[in-house]
């Protein structure tokens, strides 16, 4: 059994430490800490070895004390300067220590070897010391929720490997800090850092334009609620990997520059409570914001509604109330598929309202009251929540429905009983989910910047409820259930959330699961889904800490030795656990790649596939996550069968690819499809999550692309409007991809198949290359194939081939000119017996501006004078297309083309490597190159863990 070796593991590793004795130099600063200290674990002292791991919240390694993790132990008292001393200490927590009190000790800069310093919700005060700029290593820094003074010292700008820098929530004044002659440190220096989190502090003074430049990558720049003056500078346009920026409830002033669409991967953008002015923001081009708020300032009066208003599909939230907006409302805002709630209170919107016939179907607050409308059509399609007080309409008709605020309509979520009926508990207690009393570890989780607006929705909630309660049973934490309650926004718009975590069996937690919870939140272990975004956690304090080990540790009864030995390393555990899991990942990727006893070796069927990550589904599961397959879950007919949505437990969305009974291939082909498939990893090509040989079917299981086709997209069939730029970037993933499957897939890989209809677009429009139904490896020695038969799709396929039945890479350079044409035109390429290529070649006329294609460009792509670098598209799509095979470019010299016309366009091609991207645990680690979709602080990522623990 697994939990038995786990045991042994555990053992074998508390026991190995605690042969190792701490130093003494060790023991007599513990011994100082435990002295400045109240409430210290009752297991610290009297004699024992705080390396022999009896003491709760120590770990050691070869001796030396390397972690101190005490978060929510109601420490009161100061930090010694002692503690500088712990010269190996690599992960220092004190979080959630109210009682921690004083100016934090400028001796913490001899930390030298510090990873990570998290003091977050402490009752700190004083300024931070500027040793701190000393710590070279440190890649996470909290001091959120204190009360620290004073500047933030620009030696903090000489922590170069910083990947997170979380400072909100407390007292700091003056600057922000950046480089100059005489100060040669500064926050713009730390160009690995992803987080700038310095909200709700009183920082003064213009944000410097020196504080961005091109180099940095960042992801989320946090403002909020300060003191800061003067205009936006332009360089923000320059950190282009920026997701979340909010520089809210400050005094900013001067125009919003223009080139803040640049920052294409904005997802919320909040630039309210200032007194910016001249004309409100363009926003064009930033398709995947979900969440505008740019109340509240002193923008030029507009007389008509910025274009972007309804171009922008991904919203869910737009807020611009009093902020000087005119015209009449374009009744296709109310289409965006996501739309919750529009916020546009007291403006000068004019006009009929006109909430579209289909308007988005999570729409729950329009709110214009205080404006000028003077009609409203298409009533009867409208929503909860339009509120019109105080415009012309209401005036004369006040007996409508929309002239009164609307009933409070829908309860705040909150975690709903488990099928049972709550008892009354006494003494304090609380009633779990699950009806039964316990104390409950409690506590508020603030989101700075969630994707959505909506407090009510029991889907978003719920899935926020599993998801926590997954990774507490994958962190095997003692929880028993986990209640939400109360959502709701506070003053600076953070969305706050009350939690209230449950124990397993005790009624109370005991102090190792107390350790382990708060930890997991202030290390941000935990890490919620997208939507959610970045957050911080306040407990309150726990009180029914139940001790442990007492003075058990004395006896010299083995079980009992074992006992308080596994209690008293709970970081080791937590270590450890870290490596079950990503152990236990390993071994089920190792038992997939054992397909199975279905796997008829006897049969012609060959060894066993070789698939690497890719998981064997049962029959069973799929039909479940199918809803058996039903008709809803279809969504559509490929050659290969039909293809099905569906959901696995984690929420992850997939899409299955079902082999029609009777027309799957053989078990052979179908092997060496997996085997194939499994080994394509790449940020532009649609990923195999595993496949189903079960039951006598064949079904390939991938990621779910939202965002459907390419060619769904230019027909106007998704409703997503591509712009100019928007197309180069698609063009240039898909080069990407295609490049990725023939120079560096091994083997190569020919797609044989390139078409608007296989280049699918995820949530961002990031283009990802699917379909290797025809797919066709390249053996290592030669790179031509003959072969006896000729697939693909009529108009896009390259005639050389054709005729010759010789496949190259070229062939696939030949069918995405053919898509590089039909980006522009949104043409089929062959419609009306009319052949595309054919088609531009006659239209062209290169003596003449945009080539003189004006006539069969499509209209939507943009004004004429903003397509910069068509000409460059269109010579370079006809290369692609020449008839002679030589004369036509490599995929990788189509890549290097498209960065050049992008770059010419304006925007930055990003710099992503055509290598794989496939998340090996090592490089995920080594180079910080966390995901931002999954951007980790781990102390405890897989990829830490000590090698020996990876073989078992
Ligand atoms: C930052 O480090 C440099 C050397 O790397 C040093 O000269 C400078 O004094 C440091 N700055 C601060 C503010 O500590
Ligand atoms: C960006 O990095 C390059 C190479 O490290 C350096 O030469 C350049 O000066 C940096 N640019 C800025 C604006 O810091
Ligand atoms: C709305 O107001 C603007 C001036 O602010 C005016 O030019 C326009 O004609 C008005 N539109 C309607 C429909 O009243
Ligand atoms: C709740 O949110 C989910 C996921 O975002 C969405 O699919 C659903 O339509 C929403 N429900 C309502 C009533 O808005
Ligand atoms: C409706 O909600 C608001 C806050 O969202 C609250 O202040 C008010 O008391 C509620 N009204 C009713 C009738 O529940």
């Excluded at 009066?301 to 972007?308: A, D, F, K, L, R």
């Excluded at 049969?603 to 049962?618: H, I, Y």
């Excluded at 078409?755 to 677009?761: F, V």
């Amino acid at each position: 059994m697994m939990g038995t070796k786990i045991g042994q593991l555990l053992v074998i590793i508390c026991v190995n430490i605690s042969i190792i004795s701490a130093q003494n130099n060790d023991l007599t600063i513990l011994q100082a800490l435990k002295d400045a200290w109240q409430n210290t674990p009752p297991n610290w002292g009297d004699g024992s070895d705080p390396c022999g791991g009896s003491w709760d919240g120590i770990t050691c390694t070869n001796g030396r004390v390397t972690k101190i993790t005490l978060a929510s132990m109601q420490l009161v008292g100061d930090l010694p300067g002692d503690i500088g001393q712990l010269s190996e200490l690599r992960i220092l927590d004190l979080s959630y220590n109210k009682g921690l009190t004083g100016s934090l000790t400028s001796q913490v800069g001899n930390l030298r070897k510090l990873t990570h310093l998290f003091l977050v919700g402490c009752g700190f005060t004083g300024p931070i010391p500027g040793t701190i700029g000393n710590i070279e290593r440190l890649i996470s820094l909290s001091l959120s929720s204190n009360s620290f003074t004073g500047p933030i010292p620009a030696s903090v700008g000489n922590l170069t490997n910083l990947y997170w820098l979380d400072l909100t929530a407390n007292k700091l004044t003056g600057n922000i800090p950046v480089s100059n002659k005489i100060t040669p440190s500064g926050l713009d220096m730390l160009t690995l850092a992803r987080h700038f989190h310095l909200g709700d502090n009183q920082l003064s003074g213009d944000i410097p334009p020196r504080l961005f430049n091109s180099n940095m990558t960042l992801i989320h720049l946090l403002l909020e609620n300060n003191k800061l003056t003067g205009a936006i500078p332009s360089t923000l346009g320059l950190v282009t990997s920026l997701e979340v920026v909010r520089l809210d409830r400050n005094s900013l002033s001067g125009v919003v520059p223009s080139n803040i669409n640049n920052l294409f991967n904005i997802q919320q953008m909040y630039l309210s409570h200032n007194q910016l002015t001249g004309p409100a923001p363009n926003l064009i081009g930033m398709n995947v914001l979900n969440y505008i708020d740019l109340s509240n300032n002193s923008f030029d009066p507009s007389e008509v509604i910025p274009p972007w208003f309804s171009t922008l599909q991904a919203l869910t939230t737009i807020k611009m109330y009093n902020a000087n907006l005119g015209g009449v409302l374009p009744a296709s805002l109310f289409n965006i598929p996501q739309l919750q709630i529009v916020d546009l209170r007291s403006n000068g919107i004019n006009g009929t309202l006109n909430i579209s016939s289909n308007p988005s179907t999570e729409l729950q607050l329009v709110d214009l009251r205080d404006n000028k409308i003077t009609d409203f059509i298409q009533r009867s399609q409208c929503c909860i929540g339009l509120i019109l007080i105080d415009n012309p309409i209401c005036s004369s008709d006040a007996t409508e429905e929309f002239c009164s605020l609307p009933q409070n309509a829908t309860a705040l979520y909150s975690t709903p009983w488990n099928n049972c009926l709550p008892p009354s508990c006494g003494a304090g207690l609380v009633s779990s989910p699950n009806c039964r009393c316990a104390n409950p570890y409690t506590g508020s989780i603030f989101f700075k910047a969630p994707s959505f607006s909506s407090l009510t929705n029991s889907t978003i909630y719920g899935s926020f409820h599993d998801s926590l309660m997954t990774f507490f049973h994958k962190a095997s934490l003692p929880v028993d259930s986990l209640s939400l309650n109360n959502p709701r926004r506070n003053v600076d718009d953070y969305l706050v959330i009350d939690l209230h975590i449950f124990p397993d069996l005790e009624p109370s937690f005991n102090r190792t699961g107390v350790l382990a919870l708060a930890f997991a939140f202030s290390n941000q272990t935990f890490q919620p889904s997208k939507e959610f975004n970045t957050y911080f956690f306040i407990p309150e304090p726990y009180n029914f800490m139940l001790a442990i080990s007492g003075t058990k540790h004395k006896s010299s009864n083995a079980g009992t030795i074992i006992g308080s030995t596994v209690g008293g390393c709970m970081l080791v555990v937590l270590f450890v656990l870290a490596g079950i899991y990503a152990f236990r990942q390993k071994q089920r990727a190792a038992q997939w790649s054992q397909p199975f006893a279905l796997w008829d070796q006897t049969s012609k069927s060959g060894d066993v596939p070789q698939v690497k990550g890719a998981r064997s589904f049962t029959f069973q599961e799929l039909q479940k996550y199918t809803n058996n397959f039903s008709e809803m879950n279809n969504i559509g007919i490929g050659g290969y069968g039909m293809v099905y949505k569906g959901r696995l437990p984690n929420g992850q969305m997939i899409a299955i690819k079902r082999a029609q009974k009777g027309s799957s291939q053989g078990v052979l082909e179908f092997k060496t499809e997996i085997e194939l498939l499994s080994r394509v990893h790449h940020k532009n090509v649609v990923g195999l999550i595993g496949f189903c040989f079960d039951q006598g079917e064949q079904m390939l299981v991938y990621e779910y692309i939202v965002n459907g086709t390419l060619k769904d997209s230019l027909s106007g069939r998704s409703g997503i409007k591509l712009d100019w730029v928007w197309r180069l970037k698609i063009a240039l993933g898909a080069a990407r991809g295609l490049q990725y499957l023939h120079d560096h897939a091994d083997p190569p890989i020919i797609h044989r198949d390139v078409k608007t209809n296989n280049i699918l677009l995820d949530q961002r429009l990031v283009a990802k290359v699917a379909d290797f139904g025809l797919s066709k490896p390249l053996s290592d020695a030669n790179s031509t194939h003959v072969t006896t038969q000729v697939k693909g799709t009529m108009g896009y396929m390259d005639p050389e081939y054709y005729m010759t039945q010789q496949l190259t890479e070229k062939s696939d350079t030949y069918s995405f000119g053919v898509v590089m044409l039909e980006l522009i035109t949104a043409r089929n390429p062959i419609e009306k017996g009319k052949y595309i290529v054919r088609e531009v070649k006659e239209a062209m006329d290169k003596n003449r501006e945009l080539y003189s294609l004006h006539e069969i460009l499509d209209p939507t792509i943009g004004l004429r004078s903003q397509l910069i670098g068509l000409e460059r598209f269109v010579d370079l799509a006809l290369r692609c297309v020449e008839d002679k095979i030589n004369q036509r470019p490599t995929m990788s010299e189509v890549v290097k083309e498209l960065e050049r016309i992008l770059e010419l366009a304006g925007f930055n091609p990003g710099t992503e490597s055509s290598s794989s991207t496939s998340t090996s645990y090592e490089g995920v680690s080594k180079d910080h190159n966390y995901p931002s979709s999954n951007d980790s602080l781990f102390c405890y990522s897989p990829g830490s863990l000590p090698p020996k623990l990876h073989p078992m």
